[in-house]
């Protein structure tokens, strides 16, 4: 675990925890920090990337808000639908990445806050589909896998309003 990276998750208050007992009677508490859907399947999920061991070049995590974060994790997706590494959460199509593209393949990523904390990707077509999608999906349960690796250093310097990544959790509460 980067521990980094899970005290600036504890500090926007990210992580969630489940309390075990084992059968001696001792009290286990698990951890869970937030995951990365890479695709609709409970296999799709990874792990979260800390900004610092990629290059971002925009920001270093320490001074990041919950925002600057989701703006980061934006560029990540970006490069890893690049390399034809993403599907969309909810109906499992591959993302693709282009200046231009048709309406039915445009796509957001998004931040959900629920009893998981993960980002997504999904096309905005599909964004109403995704809470019945998600719903019963318990962070404890997923077996998240180590994340793919992107060198960011030369991504674009984040561009686009924050009420993108705002206004989405919202959009689920439907
Ligand atoms: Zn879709």
Redesign the pocket.
Known sequence: MDEALTEWFEREGLLRYRVLGDEQGHVIEEVRAPLIALGPRDEDWVWTPNPDSLHYPWMRLHEMTLDDFNNYLYRWFEEAVTHGMVR?A??G?LLIEADDLPDADTWDAILIEKELVGWLA??FD?KKQLPKKLKGLHPFELQPHAPPLYDLAHVPMPNWPAETTQSAPTDLEN
């Open positions: 969309c909810n109906c199509k999904v096309h599909c």
